[in-house]
Every structure is written in structure tokens, then in C-alpha cells.
């Protein structure tokens, strides 16, 4: 039973996970002044990784390099893929020491 119970509950997490869904629209500037809109992205056929953090979070700091790769990945594989790693704790200037 406990079996059947799992799969059915995996069964319904995987449906729907494929399910469509529709994504935020918003805009930001980046430090460098430039804005971007995702509506604008995604419209123009990018998949994009949005990644939340911190300057001083040691888990983010540890995964940014992850993050690139797989974006470098998915891009080296002729996919339009970009990523956005977004702070709304830091100003730009920090962040810009972060990079």
C-alpha cells in the first residue's frame, strides 16, 4: 500500500509539473544601468534562470558557479538560455564586488 501511495503521489507531483504555467512579467535594471523585462525574454524565445541572493550568503556564494555552468550548458547547446541573479538586499556596487 505504502508503495502505491508513492507512486500515485509521484504520478501527480510529475502531472503537474508539466502543467504550463504563466510567469510574472516584471522589469529591473541591472548594475549596469541596462533594464530588463521578462516578458520581453521570453518572447524573444530565452529560458531564463532566475536566481535570488545575497552578497554574503555563503549557500549563494556557493552556488553561483553551479548556475553559470548550467547556463553556459544549456547556451553551448544552441538553447537562447540567460541568467538573472537578482538581490534586493545589496546596491550595486556590492554586488558589483561579488562578480
Known amino acids: 500500500m505504502k508503495k502505491f501511495f508513492t507512486l500515485i503521489t509521484f504520478m501527480a507531483v510529475f502531472h503537474f509539473s508539466l502543467m504550463s504555467q504563466t510567469a510574472l512579467d516584471f522589469t529591473f535594471t541591472d548594475t549596469n544601468g ?8 521570453l518572447d524573444q ?3 531564463i534562470l532566475l536566481d535570488f541572493f545575497f552578497v554574503d550568503c555563503p549557500p549563494c556564494q556557493e552556488s553561483a558557479p553551479e548556475l ?12 537562447n ?14 554586488i558589483e564586488t561579488f562578480k
Open 68 to 79: 553559470k555552468a548550467i547556463t553556459e550548458d544549456y547556451t553551448d547547446q544552441g538553447k
Open 45 to 47: 524565445g530565452y529560458i
Open 34 to 41: 541596462n533594464t530588463h523585462q521578462m516578458q520581453d525574454a
Open 81 to 94: 538560455m540567460i541568467m538573472w541573479s537578482l538581490s534586493d538586499r545589496d546596491d550595486d556596487a556590492y
